[in-house]
Protein backbone atom coordinates (compact mmCIF):
# COMPACT_ATOMS: atom_id res chain seq x y z
CA UNK A 1 0.00 0.00 0.00
CA UNK A 2 0.46 3.65 -0.08
CA UNK A 3 -0.23 6.75 1.44
CA UNK A 4 -1.99 9.28 -0.03
CA UNK A 5 0.54 12.17 -0.89
CA UNK A 6 3.30 9.66 -0.83
CA UNK A 7 6.31 11.77 -2.25
CA UNK A 8 4.16 14.86 -3.18
CA UNK A 9 5.19 18.26 -2.91
CA UNK A 10 3.43 21.02 -1.48
CA UNK A 11 4.38 24.10 -0.85
CA UNK A 12 2.40 26.19 2.37
CA UNK A 13 2.17 30.06 2.29
CA UNK A 14 1.32 30.99 5.69
CA UNK A 15 0.40 35.05 4.99
CA UNK A 16 -0.75 37.10 8.83
CA UNK A 17 -3.97 36.29 9.94
CA UNK A 18 -5.14 34.94 12.83
CA UNK A 19 -6.09 31.82 11.57
CA UNK A 20 -2.39 30.72 11.04
CA UNK A 21 -2.48 28.91 14.00
CA UNK A 22 -4.97 26.11 11.84
CA UNK A 23 -2.17 26.23 9.07
CA UNK A 24 0.22 24.68 11.82
CA UNK A 25 -2.83 21.71 12.20
CA UNK A 26 -3.03 21.58 8.14
CA UNK A 27 1.23 21.23 7.75
CA UNK A 28 0.86 18.21 10.19
CA UNK A 29 -1.94 16.19 8.01
CA UNK A 30 -0.09 17.02 4.96
CA UNK A 31 2.93 15.65 6.66
CA UNK A 32 1.00 12.40 8.21
CA UNK A 33 -0.41 11.80 4.10
CA UNK A 34 3.02 11.29 3.37
CA UNK A 35 3.44 14.73 1.58
CA UNK A 36 6.60 16.66 1.38
CA UNK A 37 5.81 20.11 2.53
CA UNK A 38 7.80 23.12 2.59
CA UNK A 39 6.28 26.27 4.26
CA UNK A 40 6.99 29.93 3.17
CA UNK A 41 5.90 32.53 5.80
CA UNK A 42 5.03 36.33 4.99
CA UNK A 43 7.13 38.62 7.73
CA UNK A 44 3.67 39.41 9.35
CA UNK A 45 2.62 35.74 9.67
CA UNK A 46 6.12 35.18 11.96
CA UNK A 47 4.60 37.92 14.32
CA UNK A 48 1.86 35.49 14.78
CA UNK A 49 3.45 31.81 14.85
CA UNK A 50 7.44 31.24 15.33
CA UNK A 51 8.93 29.75 12.12
CA UNK A 52 10.37 27.01 14.49
CA UNK A 53 6.52 25.82 15.39
CA UNK A 54 6.22 24.88 11.35
CA UNK A 55 9.88 23.93 10.84
CA UNK A 56 9.49 21.51 13.79
CA UNK A 57 6.32 19.60 11.86
CA UNK A 58 7.24 19.90 8.34
CA UNK A 59 10.55 18.70 8.73
CA UNK A 60 12.27 21.49 6.57
CA UNK A 61 13.64 24.98 7.10
CA UNK A 62 11.07 27.76 7.18
CA UNK A 63 11.65 30.57 4.32
CA UNK A 64 10.22 34.22 5.49
CA UNK A 65 12.67 36.22 4.29
CA UNK A 66 13.26 36.96 0.45
CA UNK A 67 17.34 37.09 0.76
CA UNK A 68 17.72 35.31 3.81
CA UNK A 69 20.95 32.44 3.56
CA UNK A 70 18.85 29.21 3.58
CA UNK A 71 19.47 27.08 6.66
CA UNK A 72 19.51 23.95 4.73
CA UNK A 73 17.89 24.10 1.36
CA UNK A 74 19.79 26.08 -1.13
CA UNK A 75 16.81 27.26 -2.87
CA UNK A 76 15.94 30.77 -4.89
CA UNK A 77 12.53 31.38 -5.48
CA UNK A 78 12.21 30.33 -8.72
CA UNK A 79 13.82 26.86 -7.63
CA UNK A 80 11.00 26.63 -4.80
CA UNK A 81 8.61 27.65 -7.58
CA UNK A 82 9.54 25.20 -10.07
CA UNK A 83 9.31 22.06 -6.94
CA UNK A 84 6.19 22.07 -6.15
CA UNK A 85 3.45 20.46 -7.56
CA UNK A 86 0.56 22.27 -5.58
CA UNK A 87 0.73 25.30 -3.84
CA UNK A 88 -1.99 26.75 -1.05
CA UNK A 89 -1.81 29.81 1.09
CA UNK A 90 -3.67 29.18 4.62
CA UNK A 91 -5.17 31.70 5.24
CA UNK A 92 -5.13 33.71 2.67
CA UNK A 93 -5.55 37.26 3.65
CA UNK A 94 -7.05 40.28 1.41
CA UNK A 95 -3.22 42.11 1.56
CA UNK A 96 -1.71 38.82 -0.28
CA UNK A 97 -4.73 38.36 -2.79
CA UNK A 98 -4.56 41.80 -3.43
CA UNK A 99 -0.92 41.80 -3.88
CA UNK A 100 -1.07 38.38 -6.78
CA UNK A 101 -4.52 40.14 -8.12
CA UNK A 102 -2.08 43.57 -8.97
CA UNK A 103 0.58 41.37 -10.23
CA UNK A 104 2.75 42.43 -7.03
CA UNK A 105 5.58 40.49 -5.72
CA UNK A 106 7.82 42.09 -3.22
CA UNK A 107 8.36 39.07 -0.70
CA UNK A 108 9.33 35.38 -1.12
CA UNK A 109 5.41 34.16 -1.06
CA UNK A 110 4.04 36.55 -3.84
CA UNK A 111 7.63 35.95 -5.64
CA UNK A 112 6.95 32.16 -5.39
CA UNK A 113 3.20 32.37 -6.53
CA UNK A 114 3.80 34.46 -9.20
CA UNK A 115 6.97 32.34 -10.49
CA UNK A 116 5.13 29.04 -10.22
CA UNK A 117 3.14 26.84 -12.89
CA UNK A 118 1.53 24.68 -10.13
CA UNK A 119 -1.73 25.27 -9.22
CA UNK A 120 -2.41 27.52 -6.41
CA UNK A 121 -4.90 27.57 -3.88
CA UNK A 122 -6.19 30.38 -2.10
CA UNK A 123 -8.40 29.65 1.64
CA UNK A 124 -9.05 33.39 2.44
CA UNK A 125 -9.61 34.62 6.34
CA UNK A 126 -10.76 37.89 7.46
CA UNK A 127 -13.09 40.00 8.97
CA UNK A 128 -16.77 39.53 7.13
CA UNK A 129 -16.74 43.32 6.21
CA UNK A 130 -12.93 42.97 4.93
CA UNK A 131 -13.84 39.83 2.38
CA UNK A 132 -17.14 41.14 1.36
CA UNK A 133 -15.59 44.21 0.56
CA UNK A 134 -16.15 44.98 -3.52
CA UNK A 135 -12.32 45.49 -4.41
CA UNK A 136 -11.51 41.81 -2.50
CA UNK A 137 -13.86 40.48 -4.21
CA UNK A 138 -13.00 41.77 -7.24
CA UNK A 139 -9.39 40.57 -7.03
CA UNK A 140 -11.21 37.23 -5.95
CA UNK A 141 -13.06 37.36 -9.28
CA UNK A 142 -10.01 38.09 -11.21
CA UNK A 143 -7.69 35.50 -9.91
CA UNK A 144 -10.62 33.31 -10.36
CA UNK A 145 -10.41 34.25 -14.04
CA UNK A 146 -6.44 33.54 -14.52
CA UNK A 147 -7.09 30.00 -13.37
CA UNK A 148 -6.10 29.90 -9.26
CA UNK A 149 -8.63 28.21 -7.06
CA UNK A 150 -10.35 29.83 -3.78
CA UNK A 151 -11.61 26.96 -0.86
CA UNK A 152 -14.80 29.30 0.67
CA UNK A 153 -14.18 30.69 3.96
CA UNK A 154 -17.11 29.84 6.81
CA UNK A 155 -19.30 31.69 8.21
CA UNK A 156 -19.23 32.09 11.86
CA UNK A 157 -17.93 33.53 15.07
CA UNK A 158 -14.60 35.68 13.97
CA UNK A 159 -11.76 36.26 16.39
CA UNK A 160 -12.74 40.04 15.99
CA UNK A 161 -15.97 39.71 18.01
CA UNK A 162 -18.55 39.88 14.89
CA UNK A 163 -20.21 36.89 13.16
CA UNK A 164 -20.26 36.73 8.98
CA UNK A 165 -18.63 34.50 6.90
CA UNK A 166 -14.70 35.04 6.51
CA UNK A 167 -13.42 32.47 9.09
CA UNK A 168 -10.69 29.86 7.34
CA UNK A 169 -12.16 26.33 5.85
CA UNK A 170 -12.14 23.42 7.92
CA UNK A 171 -8.82 21.99 7.41
CA UNK A 172 -10.01 18.74 6.43
CA UNK A 173 -12.07 20.42 3.48
CA UNK A 174 -8.53 21.82 2.40
CA UNK A 175 -6.88 18.85 2.75
CA UNK A 176 -9.72 17.16 0.68
CA UNK A 177 -9.18 19.84 -2.17
CA UNK A 178 -5.17 19.23 -2.20
CA UNK A 179 -5.72 15.55 -2.35
CA UNK A 180 -7.95 16.17 -5.80
CA UNK A 181 -6.03 18.72 -7.17
CA UNK A 182 -3.23 16.34 -6.89
CA UNK A 183 -5.08 13.38 -8.30
CA UNK A 184 -3.79 11.24 -5.55
CA UNK A 185 -6.60 9.40 -4.61
CA UNK A 186 -7.61 8.55 -8.14
CA UNK A 187 -3.62 7.54 -8.84
CA UNK A 188 -3.68 5.46 -6.33
CA UNK A 189 -6.92 3.49 -6.46
CA UNK A 190 -8.53 1.34 -4.29
CA UNK A 191 -5.04 0.61 -2.57
CA UNK A 192 -4.36 3.92 -1.81
CA UNK A 193 -4.15 5.10 2.19
CA UNK A 194 -3.61 8.20 3.66
CA UNK A 195 -2.50 9.12 6.91
CA UNK A 196 1.17 7.93 8.29
CA UNK A 197 4.31 9.40 7.81
CA UNK A 198 7.20 9.50 5.67
CA UNK A 199 10.95 8.84 7.82
CA UNK A 200 10.70 10.53 11.28
CA UNK A 201 7.75 12.35 12.88
CA UNK A 202 6.72 14.14 15.69
CA UNK A 203 5.01 12.10 18.43
CA UNK A 204 1.10 11.66 18.24
CA UNK A 205 -0.51 13.94 20.46
CA UNK A 206 0.95 18.20 20.73
CA UNK A 207 3.44 19.98 19.68
CA UNK A 208 4.52 23.03 21.84
CA UNK A 209 2.20 24.57 20.32
CA UNK A 210 -0.89 23.11 21.45
CA UNK A 211 -1.58 21.85 17.77
CA UNK A 212 -3.01 18.23 17.90
CA UNK A 213 -0.70 16.20 15.83
CA UNK A 214 -2.39 13.27 13.24
CA UNK A 215 -1.33 10.07 14.74
CA UNK A 216 -0.28 7.42 12.09
CA UNK A 217 -1.67 4.35 14.16
CA UNK A 218 -4.12 2.80 11.61
CA UNK A 219 -0.98 2.87 8.93
CA UNK A 220 -1.68 -0.74 7.15
CA UNK A 221 -5.01 -1.00 8.85
CA UNK A 222 -8.46 -1.08 6.19
CA UNK A 223 -11.11 0.46 8.22
CA UNK A 224 -14.92 -0.04 6.54
CA UNK A 225 -17.31 2.89 7.88
CA UNK A 226 -20.99 2.83 6.81
CA UNK A 227 -23.09 6.13 6.92
CA UNK A 228 -26.17 7.64 6.13
CA UNK A 229 -29.41 6.62 5.97
CA UNK A 230 -31.32 4.03 3.74
CA UNK A 231 -34.21 3.85 1.82
CA UNK A 232 -37.38 1.55 1.16
CA UNK A 233 -39.56 2.39 -1.90
CA UNK A 234 -42.50 1.62 -2.05
CA UNK A 235 -43.83 2.65 -5.22
CA UNK A 236 -41.64 4.67 -8.00
CA UNK A 237 -41.58 7.73 -6.01
CA UNK A 238 -42.17 6.96 -2.47
CA UNK A 239 -39.95 5.38 0.42
CA UNK A 240 -39.53 5.16 4.01
CA UNK A 241 -36.33 6.42 5.16
CA UNK A 242 -35.13 8.34 8.41
CA UNK A 243 -33.15 12.32 8.78
CA UNK A 244 -29.54 10.27 9.08
CA UNK A 245 -27.18 13.24 7.39
CA UNK A 246 -24.14 10.85 7.15
CA UNK A 247 -21.78 13.48 8.67
CA UNK A 248 -20.94 11.70 11.79
CA UNK A 249 -19.76 8.28 9.36
CA UNK A 250 -18.06 10.91 7.34
CA UNK A 251 -16.01 12.16 9.71
CA UNK A 252 -14.89 9.01 11.19
CA UNK A 253 -13.61 8.13 7.27
CA UNK A 254 -11.81 11.05 7.32
CA UNK A 255 -10.26 10.49 10.42
CA UNK A 256 -9.21 7.00 10.00
CA UNK A 257 -8.12 7.88 6.57
CA UNK A 258 -6.13 10.91 8.09
CA UNK A 259 -4.56 8.42 10.55
CA UNK A 260 -2.80 5.83 7.76
CA UNK A 261 -6.13 3.46 7.44
CA UNK A 262 -7.36 2.04 3.78
CA UNK A 263 -10.98 3.49 4.18
CA UNK A 264 -14.07 2.07 2.36
CA UNK A 265 -16.49 4.07 3.05
CA UNK A 266 -20.27 2.60 2.25
CA UNK A 267 -22.77 5.38 2.50
CA UNK A 268 -26.67 5.78 1.45
CA UNK A 269 -28.24 9.08 -0.18
CA UNK A 270 -26.34 11.87 1.37
CA UNK A 271 -26.02 15.57 -0.16
CA UNK A 272 -21.51 15.62 1.34
CA UNK A 273 -19.18 15.50 -0.63
CA UNK A 274 -17.25 11.68 0.01
CA UNK A 275 -13.80 12.53 1.53
CA UNK A 276 -10.92 12.54 -0.93
CA UNK A 277 -8.43 9.18 -0.95
CA UNK A 278 -11.42 6.91 0.44
CA UNK A 279 -12.97 4.04 -1.58
CA UNK A 280 -16.31 5.75 -1.81
CA UNK A 281 -19.48 2.97 -2.35
CA UNK A 282 -23.03 4.54 -2.78
CA UNK A 283 -25.86 2.70 -2.23
CA UNK A 284 -29.74 3.13 -1.22
CA UNK A 285 -31.23 -0.16 0.18
CA UNK A 286 -30.74 -2.20 3.61
CA UNK A 287 -30.12 -4.80 1.30
CA UNK A 288 -28.08 -2.82 -0.76
CA UNK A 289 -25.75 -1.86 2.20
CA UNK A 290 -25.83 -5.62 3.32
CA UNK A 291 -24.20 -6.98 0.23
CA UNK A 292 -21.47 -3.84 -0.27
CA UNK A 293 -20.40 -5.08 3.96
CA UNK A 294 -20.65 -8.26 4.01
CA UNK A 295 -18.58 -9.23 0.71
CA UNK A 296 -15.55 -6.91 1.78
CA UNK A 297 -15.83 -7.54 5.39
CA UNK A 298 -13.21 -10.36 5.49
CA UNK A 299 -10.67 -7.84 4.43
CA UNK A 300 -11.23 -5.31 6.82
CA UNK A 301 -9.48 -4.91 10.25
CA UNK A 302 -12.41 -3.02 11.58
CA UNK A 303 -15.96 -2.04 10.18
CA UNK A 304 -17.69 0.91 11.92
CA UNK A 305 -21.12 0.84 11.15
CA UNK A 306 -22.67 4.21 12.18
CA UNK A 307 -25.45 4.42 9.60
CA UNK A 308 -28.81 4.90 10.15
CA UNK A 309 -30.52 1.73 8.18
CA UNK A 310 -34.14 0.76 7.55
CA UNK A 311 -35.00 -2.35 10.01
CA UNK A 312 -38.03 -2.82 7.61
CA UNK A 313 -39.13 -2.78 4.57
CA UNK A 314 -42.29 -2.83 2.06
CA UNK A 315 -43.10 -6.56 1.33
CA UNK A 316 -44.70 -4.93 -1.54
CA UNK A 317 -43.33 -2.59 -4.14
CA UNK A 318 -45.34 -1.13 -6.76
CA UNK A 319 -44.15 -0.51 -9.81
CA UNK A 320 -46.30 2.89 -10.94
CA UNK A 321 -47.51 5.49 -8.54
CA UNK A 322 -49.58 4.43 -6.18
CA UNK A 323 -52.89 7.37 -6.82
CA UNK A 324 -54.72 8.91 -4.21
CA UNK A 325 -58.06 7.74 -4.06
CA UNK A 326 -59.44 9.58 -0.70
CA UNK A 327 -58.81 6.70 1.30
CA UNK A 328 -56.15 5.57 3.61
CA UNK A 329 -53.39 3.33 2.46
CA UNK A 330 -52.26 0.09 4.06
CA UNK A 331 -48.74 -1.14 3.38
CA UNK A 332 -46.99 -4.27 4.96
CA UNK A 333 -43.67 -4.14 5.87
CA UNK A 334 -41.11 -7.43 6.66
CA UNK A 335 -37.92 -7.29 8.28
CA UNK A 336 -34.82 -6.46 6.32
CA UNK A 337 -31.56 -8.40 6.68
CA UNK A 338 -29.59 -7.34 10.40
CA UNK A 339 -26.44 -6.60 8.96
CA UNK A 340 -24.86 -5.85 12.22
CA UNK A 341 -25.78 -9.30 13.38
CA UNK A 342 -24.63 -10.46 10.51
CA UNK A 343 -20.80 -9.41 10.55
CA UNK A 344 -20.43 -9.99 14.19
CA UNK A 345 -21.43 -14.12 13.19
CA UNK A 346 -18.47 -13.43 10.26
CA UNK A 347 -16.01 -10.96 12.03
CA UNK A 348 -13.48 -13.13 13.07
CA UNK A 349 -10.67 -11.03 14.23
CA UNK A 350 -12.58 -7.76 12.88
CA UNK A 351 -13.30 -5.26 15.58
CA UNK A 352 -16.64 -4.59 14.92
CA UNK A 353 -18.06 -0.85 16.15
CA UNK A 354 -21.98 -0.17 16.45
CA UNK A 355 -24.19 2.44 16.80
CA UNK A 356 -27.57 2.70 18.42
CA UNK A 357 -30.45 5.96 18.29
CA UNK A 358 -32.13 5.77 21.28
CA UNK A 359 -34.89 7.41 23.63
CA UNK A 360 -34.82 5.50 26.89
CA UNK A 361 -32.86 2.84 29.01
CA UNK A 362 -29.67 3.18 27.04
CA UNK A 363 -27.14 1.52 28.78
CA UNK A 364 -29.28 -1.41 29.12
CA UNK A 365 -30.17 -1.45 25.65
CA UNK A 366 -26.67 -1.26 24.52
CA UNK A 367 -25.51 -3.62 26.35
CA UNK A 368 -27.94 -6.18 25.12
CA UNK A 369 -27.27 -5.45 21.55
CA UNK A 370 -23.68 -6.03 22.34
CA UNK A 371 -24.14 -9.47 23.30
CA UNK A 372 -26.72 -10.45 20.68
CA UNK A 373 -24.53 -8.68 17.95
CA UNK A 374 -21.23 -9.82 19.25
CA UNK A 375 -20.01 -6.41 19.04
CA UNK A 376 -16.35 -4.75 20.57
CA UNK A 377 -18.03 -1.31 20.70
CA UNK A 378 -21.19 0.20 21.29
CA UNK A 379 -22.23 3.89 20.18
CA UNK A 380 -25.09 5.32 21.71
CA UNK A 381 -26.83 8.68 21.14
CA UNK A 382 -29.90 9.75 23.01
CA UNK A 383 -31.68 11.26 20.13
CA UNK A 384 -33.44 13.43 22.37
CA UNK A 385 -31.19 15.44 23.51
CA UNK A 386 -30.56 18.55 21.62
CA UNK A 387 -27.63 18.74 19.55
CA UNK A 388 -27.21 14.83 19.68
CA UNK A 389 -29.15 13.67 17.30
CA UNK A 390 -30.12 13.36 13.34
CA UNK A 391 -28.23 15.92 10.93
CA UNK A 392 -26.46 18.17 13.53
CA UNK A 393 -23.01 18.79 13.21
CA UNK A 394 -22.69 18.25 16.81
CA UNK A 395 -22.77 14.98 18.78
CA UNK A 396 -23.33 13.15 22.53
CA UNK A 397 -22.70 10.05 23.40
CA UNK A 398 -22.05 6.87 25.49
CA UNK A 399 -19.21 4.11 24.31
CA UNK A 400 -19.54 1.28 25.71
CA UNK A 401 -17.69 -2.06 25.69
CA UNK A 402 -18.92 -5.68 26.29
CA UNK A 403 -18.09 -5.68 30.31
CA UNK A 404 -20.53 -2.38 30.72
CA UNK A 405 -17.69 -0.05 30.70
CA UNK A 406 -19.20 3.00 29.99
CA UNK A 407 -17.34 5.90 28.40
CA UNK A 408 -19.82 9.24 27.90
CA UNK A 409 -18.55 11.97 25.33
CA UNK A 410 -20.54 15.19 26.09
CA UNK A 411 -21.56 17.67 23.58
CA UNK A 412 -19.26 18.07 20.70
CA UNK A 413 -18.25 18.53 17.15
CA UNK A 414 -18.56 15.30 14.79
CA UNK A 415 -15.26 15.70 13.81
CA UNK A 416 -13.93 15.24 17.31
CA UNK A 417 -16.37 12.41 18.16
CA UNK A 418 -14.69 10.45 15.16
CA UNK A 419 -11.32 11.02 16.67
CA UNK A 420 -12.19 10.13 20.03
CA UNK A 421 -14.26 6.74 18.26
CA UNK A 422 -11.00 6.18 16.40
CA UNK A 423 -8.85 5.96 19.38
CA UNK A 424 -10.83 3.37 20.65
CA UNK A 425 -10.80 1.64 17.58
CA UNK A 426 -6.69 1.89 17.24
CA UNK A 427 -6.35 0.94 20.84
CA UNK A 428 -8.61 -2.30 20.07
CA UNK A 429 -6.65 -2.98 16.88
CA UNK A 430 -3.26 -2.59 18.76
CA UNK A 431 -4.22 -5.17 21.79
CA UNK A 432 -5.19 -7.48 18.87
CA UNK A 433 -1.56 -7.02 17.43
CA UNK A 434 0.15 -7.71 20.36
Known amino acids: ?205 TVATGVPVVAADLRGKTVMVTAGPTREYFDPVRYISNPSSGKMGFEIAREARDRGARVILVSGPVSLEPPAGVEYIPVVTTAEMRDAVISRLESCDALIKSAAVCDYRPAVIHDKKIKKDGRGLDIHFEPNPDILFEAGQRKGRTILVGFAAETDNLVPNAVAKIRKKNLDLIVVNDVTQQGAGFGTDTNAAKIIDPEGNVHEVSLTSKREMARIIVDRVAGLLKTCGE
Open 1 to 205: MIQVLEGRRVGLGVSGGIAAYKALDLCSRLRQMGAEVQVVMTENATRLIAPLAFQTLSGNPVIHAMFDEPARWNVEHIAFAQWVEVMVVAPATANVIGKVAAGIADDFLTTSIMATRAKVLFAPAMNSAMYENPIVQSNIERLRSLGYEFIEPESGWLACGESGKGRLAPVEDIVDRIVRVLGAGAAAGGDAVAGGTKGATAPAG
